[in-house]
Each structure stands twice: as structure tokens, then as C-alpha cells.
């Protein structure tokens, strides 16, 4: 049982960092992004060639960072993806949901996301074919926390959840502390007076697809630390990560964050009474029971 709550703990923090870039994108563009999970499967793999590309160049890179699986590659490379991640984000928005935000309706959106997603994996399939990639191929023993209960955990795993939480607590200090932050949770209430007050509206867009690209693409990456790449990585996460963004309420930073440990932890438990194979179906039962009990989720408002 604890050994589950500890590894929910650690799912749920790449897949708060997930739902975060989604439910801003929620909120501010008012459509539903399917294609935002492809962005950790981007961020993965951009980080998987770029960790190659430093080892080659730079073989001093190639060594472990302490007990770690990642390397000093690995590491410069998460910053790199990071970028390139958050490039994409904002180059698809403007050259496909710009062009259907203005002739068509939310709904043509959510189509356009759905196709988005499809063109994302196919294209990954095709360059790096459709095996599983780990950026190490050396084995990651786990440290032994507790022997009674048997309690294991991964060095790797510690770094992803302390990681994950100061890139949490670094957003929460733009959002709250800073005139970038105000003005995009302006634009998320009403971008309309937004605007009317002086705030770039366009500049707010491309922020909030650079933001969530970039920690996206983190997440991506802490996905592949943890387990393995594959080009359909993003088809698996994308459950969850909505999941996650509807239990803490579309709209709500730090609903994405709670929804993300919830959702981590209940797929966890839920191993403990279900077989394997039912796992996938927790974040969807989550969702039904979410909408039907408190359809604005945890921190959500009810919009006009």
C-alpha cells in the first residue's frame, strides 16, 4: 500500500507539470488541446537526441550526475528541449489553431487538436522509429527506504518529484509576484479588458504556449526517466493529464497541480484491488465522477 501511494506521489508530479500548460491553454484559448500531450513526447525525444549529441561532441558530459541515471548531457539538454519544446508550441499555434481560432468554432478546435495529435505521433514514429529509447541503458537500482514495510525507491524518482516541485514553486512566483504574472491571469479572466488596460494579448498567447510547452516537455522527459520513450507516449498521457486538469479545475495553476498527485496516486492505489490492466481506466473514472459530483472541479469556477 505505501510503496503505491509513494509511486502515485511520484507519477503525479510529472503529470501535474503536464496539466499545468494544459489548463492554461484552457482557460485562455477556451478550447481543448488533445494534441498537448504530444508536447512530452517533443520534449522527450528532442532531449533524447540532443543528450546523444553533447555525449558525442563533448565525451565529458557523458558522466553520471551522483547516483543518478541522467548525465551532465542530459541535463543541459532538458534546458535546450525546454526551448525547442515551447518553439513548437507557439509555431502550431500560430500556423493551425490561429488560422481555425479565427474562421471556425471551438469545436473546429478540439478537431484540430485531435488531427494535431495524430500528425505529432505519426511524424515521431516515422524519424525514430517505433521502438521503446531510454536515455540510459545501465540499470537503476533502487535505495531500500524502509524494510518493513518494504518501501523502494529510485534515485532518479526523488530528483523528478523535488525537481518538479521547485519548477511548481517558480511558476507560482511568476504568476503571483511578478507584472508578467498579473497580466496573464488577466487576460484568463478577460481578455478583452485585458487588452483595454494595455496588455499584448498575442504576447500572452505565445507565453502561455511557451510555458506550457516548456514544462510539457520537462514532464516528457521526467516520463522517460522514470519509465521509457515511445512515440505513442503521448496517446498514454493524455488520459491522464485531462484527468488531471478537470479534478483540479480547468483554469486553476494550482488545481493542476493537486489534480496531477490525486490522479498519480489513485492509478497507484487502485493496483492494489485492480489488475494491471484496469489501471488505465482509474483517470477516466475520475473524470465521470468529477463531472458528476462537482463539474467545476476542485478549484474551478463556473464561467459566463
Not at 505519426?122 to 531500500?144: H, K
Not at 512566483?173 to 485585458?194: D, Q
Request: with cysteine.
Amino acid at each position: 500500500m505505501i510503496q503505491h501511494l509513494v509511486d502515485g506521489i511520484l507519477v503525479g508530479s510529472f503529470l501535474s507539470l503536464g496539466a499545468i500548460g494544459l489548463t492554461m491553454a484552457m482557460h485562455i484559448l477556451r478550447f481543448a488541446n488533445f494534441s498537448h500531450a504530444e508536447l512530452l513526447s517533443i520534449g522527450a525525444y528532442c532531449a533524447l537526441v540532443f543528450d546523444k549529441v553533447f555525449e558525442s561532441l563533448l565525451p565529458v558530459l557523458a558522466a553520471k550526475i551522483g547516483p543518478l541515471s541522467m548525465t551532465g548531457a542530459l541535463a543541459i539538454s532538458i534546458v535546450l528541449s525546454m526551448a525547442i519544446t515551447g518553439l513548437s508550441a507557439v509555431l502550431i499555434d500560430r500556423f493551425i489553431f490561429q488560422r481555425v481560432r479565427q474562421k471556425g468554432e471551438e469545436l473546429s478546435m478540439v478537431f484540430a487538436s485531435f488531427g494535431m495529435a495524430l500528425i505529432i505521433r505519426n511524424i515521431i514514429g516515422l524519424v525514430f522509429g517505433l521502438s521503446a529509447e531510454l536515455y540510459s541503458g545501465d540499470i537503476a537500482f533502487a535505495m531500500i527506504l524502509s524494510r518493513d514495510p518494504l518501501l523502494l525507491v529510485k534515485p532518479d524518482q526523488v530528483f523528478v518529484l523535488i525537481a518538479a516541485l521547485i519548477l511548481m514553486f517558480a511558476l507560482h512566483l511568476v504568476l503571483s509576484r511578478t507584472t508578467f504574472g498579473f497580466s496573464l491571469r488577466a487576460v484568463a479572466e478577460n481578455p478583452s479588458l485585458a487588452q483595454v488596460h494595455g496588455v499584448n494579448l498575442k504576447r500572452m498567447i505565445a507565453a502561455v504556449w511557451i510555458i506550457g510547452g516548456g514544462l510539457g516537455a520537462v514532464a516528457g522527459i521526467f516520463y522517460g526517466l522514470s519509465y521509457q520513450i515511445t512515440p505513442v507516449m503521448g496517446r498514454d498521457l493524455v488520459l491522464p493529464i485531462f484527468a488531471a486538469t478537470i479534478v483540479g479545475g480547468i483554469g486553476s495553476v494550482y488545481g493542476a497541480v493537486l489534480g496531477g498527485f490525486i490522479v498519480g496516486i489513485a492509478s497507484n492505489l487502485a493496483l492494489v484491488i485492480l489488475p494491471s490492466g484496469y489501471s488505465p481506466s482509474v483517470p477516466f473514472l475520475m473524470i465521470l465522477a468529477v463531472l458528476l459530483v462537482r463539474p467545476n472541479g476542485l478549484f474551478g469556477e463556473a464561467r459566463a
